[in-house]
């Protein structure tokens, strides 16, 4: 069973930086894209990046400048790096993973972890 375990997450302040960090253990196979999604209360969830095993990324426009995903694939591991925060960030990022490259930009979750907060103040 593939479990999806995230960190990172916390409280700071407008314009400063956070790392998220999501570990997946349990796979015996290659998770071919992860990704973050963030969702805000009273907004719809969305996929702010995404990352295959190749390297390709993608990022929503409103964060892109400003967030960088990366992975490590020896760890089945995904980073987040998050700079210039402000307070329409706020939200609970999840981590995500799926079996197939395409799978996240078609809205196909595979594997979900907890979720962690991120709160940024003005």
């Known amino acids: 069973q593939v479990r999806l375990v995230e960190s990172g997450g916390g409280l700071v302040q407008a314009g400063g930086s956070l790392r998220l960090s999501c570990a997946a253990s349990g796979s015996s196979f290659r998770l071919n894209v992860m990704g973050w999604y963030r969702q805000a209360p009273g907004k719809q969830r969305e996929l702010v990046a995404r990352?295959?095993?190749?390297?390709?990324?993608n990022y929503i426009d409103s964060v892109k400048g400003r967030f960088t995903i990366s992975r490590d694939n020896a760890e089945n591991t995904v980073y987040l790096q998050m700079n210039s925060l402000t307070p329409e960030d706020t939200a609970v990022y999840s981590c995500a993973a799926g079996r197939t490259v395409s799978a996240l930009a078609r809205d196909i979750i595979d594997y979900w972890g907890q979720g962690t907060q991120v709160t940024v103040s003005s």
């Open positions: 990352i295959t095993g190749g390297g390709t990324t």
